[in-house]
C-alpha cells in the first residue's frame, strides 16, 4: 500500500487548513504606479499583464479591471482581467497569462484564485471566467483548478507552448547555440547585403505602416484573420511613449522582406506578430534569419535578459498549424516551456449551452472550410 501522499491530497489539505483572507482592491490610475512596479519584479511577468495592454485593449468590446490581492496587508499578487459582453448579455472574464503571483506558492496560489472566482462569480449575468495562467505545467498546479471547479479545455487562446532565448551569454555563445543551417542562413543574408532597421520613435507611425503590409501579406498567405491596422497603432501609440514596443524591419537596397513587432516587460522581450515576403526573388536573401539575429543583439544592448518567441508547437503534432514557423523559431535554439494552458470556470448554469452552440459553430465552419479545399481540388 502506497502511504505518499498525492496531489489531491495537497490540495485538500491546503483547504482545510486555516490560512489567512486575502484581500481584493480594485485600482486605478492612481495605483499605476504599484501595479507596474509588482509586475516588474514578478518572474512571471509579460506584456499581456501590463497597464498599457489594458489600455490597448480597452474598447467598445472589452473592458479592464486591474486587480491587486493583499494578504496581512501586503501585495501578493496582481491580475488584469478583460471582460467582454456576449449575446443575452453575458459577461466572460478572461485573465491572459494572469494571475501574477508565486505560483510556487500552491497553498498561496489557491487562496488567491479562490477569492478571485468568489470575486467575481456574484457579477451581474456572469457567464464564466476563463484563466490561461503563465505557471509551467504541474500535475499540482492544475489539480488547484480542478479543485475549485474549473475545466481544462483544449484549445488555448495564448500560446500553451514557447520558445525563450537566454540573452545573458556573449552574442558570440548565442550565436555558436544556434542550430547550423540557423547559423548558414544569417550568414548569407549578411553576405547578401540585407540590412535591419529598428524603431522606437513613437511619433514615426511609418514603420507601424510598413510592418502592417508585411504582416496583411503573411496573413493572407497563412489563411488566418488579420488583426485591424487600428490595433497596431493602438499598441504603437500607447507602447512607444512607454519604451515597451519596437519594430524591427530586414531591408534589401530599398524593398522591406521582413519585419517584427516586439513588446517589452522589465528585463523580458516578447516576439507578438511578424510578417514577410515570398517572393522567388529573393528566396536566397534569407531575411527572417538576420532579422531574428538583429533582434537579439539590439535587444542585449538594451541589457534585456530573455526573448521569448511566442509559441511553438509541440512535437508530438506536425500538422498543427504552426508547424511551419516552428521548424524557423527552433533554430535558435531557446528553452522550451509548456504552460498549464487553458482553464474555463462556469459562472452560470448557460455556460454549457454557451460552450455547445460555440463548438457547433467551429465545427460548421471546419466543414465549410473542408468544402471549399476539396472543391478548389476538383
Not at 457579477?123 to 464564466?128: D, P
Not at 547585403?193 to 511619433?203: C, G, I, Q
Not at 516552428?326 to 455556460?351: A, H, I, N, Q, V
Request: net charge positive.
Amino acid at each position: 500500500m502506497n502511504n505518499n501522499p498525492t496531489v489531491r491530497d495537497f490540495v485538500n489539505f491546503a483547504f482545510r487548513v486555516k490560512m489567512k483572507p486575502v484581500e481584493i482592491k480594485v485600482f486605478d490610475d492612481e495605483q499605476k504606479e504599484t501595479f507596474a512596479k509588482f509586475l516588474t519584479i514578478s518572474p512571471f511577468q509579460n506584456p499581456l499583464q501590463s497597464w498599457e495592454w489594458g489600455e490597448v485593449k480597452t474598447s467598445k468590446a472589452w473592458k479592464v479591471q486591474r486587480l491587486g490581492f493583499y494578504e496581512a496587508g501586503k501585495l501578493v499578487a496582481i491580475a488584469q482581467v478583460l471582460e467582454r459582453k456576449l449575446i443575452f448579455g453575458f459577461t466572460l472574464f478572461y485573465i491572459p497569462y494572469g494571475p501574477l503571483c508565486n505560483w510556487k506558492n500552491r497553498t498561496l496560489t489557491l487562496e488567491i484564485l479562490k477569492s478571485l472566482t468568489d470575486y467575481l462569480r456574484p457579477k451581474s449575468k456572469a457567464l464564466f471566467l476563463k484563466i490561461e495562467p503563465p505557471a509551467e505545467n504541474s500535475a499540482t498546479a492544475a489539480e488547484i483548478f480542478s479543485r475549485l471547479g474549473f475545466t481544462k479545455v483544449k484549445k488555448s487562446i495564448q500560446p500553451q507552448q514557447t520558445a525563450i532565448i537566454n540573452l545573458a551569454p556573449k552574442s558570440e555563445t548565442i550565436f555558436d547555440n544556434f542550430e547550423k543551417d540557423t547559423r548558414y542562413s544569417i550568414r548569407r543574408a549578411q553576405r547578401e547585403e540585407v540590412s535591419v532597421k529598428h524603431f522606437t520613435n513613437p511619433l514615426n507611425l511609418q514603420p507601424v505602416k510598413e510592418f502592417y503590409n508585411l504582416y496583411e501579406t503573411t496573413a493572407k498567405r497563412g489563411k488566418f484573420p488579420p488583426r485591424p491596422f487600428s490595433q497596431f497603432e493602438k499598441i504603437w501609440r500607447t507602447m512607444a511613449p512607454q519604451n515597451k514596443v519596437m519594430i524591427s524591419q530586414a531591408w534589401f537596397k530599398e524593398i522591406i522582406l521582413a519585419a517584427a513587432l516586439i513588446l517589452k516587460s522589465g528585463k523580458k522581450a516578447f516576439l507578438l506578430y511578424a510578417g514577410s515576403v515570398r517572393d522567388e526573388a529573393f528566396k536566397n536573401k534569407f531575411p527572417t534569419y538576420l532579422l531574428q539575429w538583429e533582434i537579439i543583439r539590439e535587444l542585449k544592448k538594451q541589457g534585456f535578459q530573455s526573448y521569448d518567441l511566442w509559441g511553438v508547437a509541440p512535437d508530438s503534432n506536425p500538422k498543427h498549424p504552426w508547424a511551419g514557423h516552428t521548424l524557423f523559431k527552433r533554430g535558435f535554439r531557446g528553452r522550451e516551456t509548456e504552460y498549464l494552458g487553458s482553464f474555463d470556470l462556469p459562472l452560470s448554469p448557460w455556460y454549457k449551452i454557451y460552450t455547445f452552440l460555440s463548438n457547433s459553430r467551429y465545427f460548421l465552419a471546419g466543414l465549410k472550410n473542408s468544402k471549399i479545399k476539396s472543391d478548389a481540388k476538383k
